[in-house]
């Protein structure tokens, strides 16, 4: 009898936590989806954001590679650059992050890898932070857990469906309350962003070589 009692609950409480690991709906505007996932080691919530694009899969890869622009649609992206160019498909950038006062700025060195599944041509951009390359800066807080993935799938010609999931913990003592809103709306807007930056003559002819449109 207590054996199957124990079963049972151990049965509802799996039940309960992988309801818990579900992504949740925060909003669905302007064409702009966010969801928010609780992460079992963390008081930071993963991200993820979802759009649909007017551009080839090549324009919106070469923004993605274009790490000297990134200051200009990213949101509150204070700094960024290049720091390796490993291959057409792989990088290592730094970037530092403004946060609102009275907390002080982030920074992070991020790893990144690009790859094309054959056949459906879908587009996978993974970037995970790294440490070592650039010295921590005294006055500014160095992000040691964050990996971001970017998936792109061509719809048509012209369009692409594009998906985001970020999960970061900036740091410090933080509460969840001040930095889960902060990163929502972050995406939010840099997603807002993409749309004009997308859009740029410079990137209108890009065929970066190792692409399948």
Not at 128 to 155: D, F
Request: glycine share 4%; hydrophobic share 40%; aromatic share 12%.
């Amino acid at each position: 009898m207590y054996k199957n009692i124990f079963s049972f609950i151990g049965l509802l409480f799996i039940f309960s936590f992988c309801r818990a690991q579900e992504w949740i709906v925060k909003s669905d505007k302007n064409g702009i989806k966010t969801y928010a996932k609780k992460v079992a080691d963390s008081k930071i919530n993963a991200v993820k954001i979802e759009s649909v694009y007017a551009a080839t899969l090549s324009q919106f890869v070469s923004v993605l590679l274009d790490v000297g622009s990134y200051d200009s649609w990213i949101y509150n992206s204070k700094s960024t650059r290049l720091l390796k160019q490993v291959s057409p498909v792989e990088l290592f950038y730094y970037s530092e992050v403004s946060f609102p006062w009275p907390t002080v700025n982030r920074d992070f060195v991020s790893h990144v890898i690009i790859s094309q599944d054959p056949h459906s041509k879908v587009v996978r951009v993974d970037a995970n932070n790294v440490g070592g390359y650039v010295p921590v800066k005294s006055n500014i807080v160095r992000i040691s857990r964050s990996s971001g993935r970017w998936i792109i799938t061509p719809l048509s010609k012209n369009q692409v469906k594009v998906e985001y999931v970020l999960q970061v913990d900036p740091g410090g003592d933080l509460p969840a309350w001040l930095i889960n809103p902060f990163a929502a709306k972050g995406l939010v807007e840099t997603f807002k962003n993409l749309r004009a930056q997308v859009k740029k003559s410079v990137y209108a002819s890009a065929h970066p070589a190792f692409l399948t449109e």
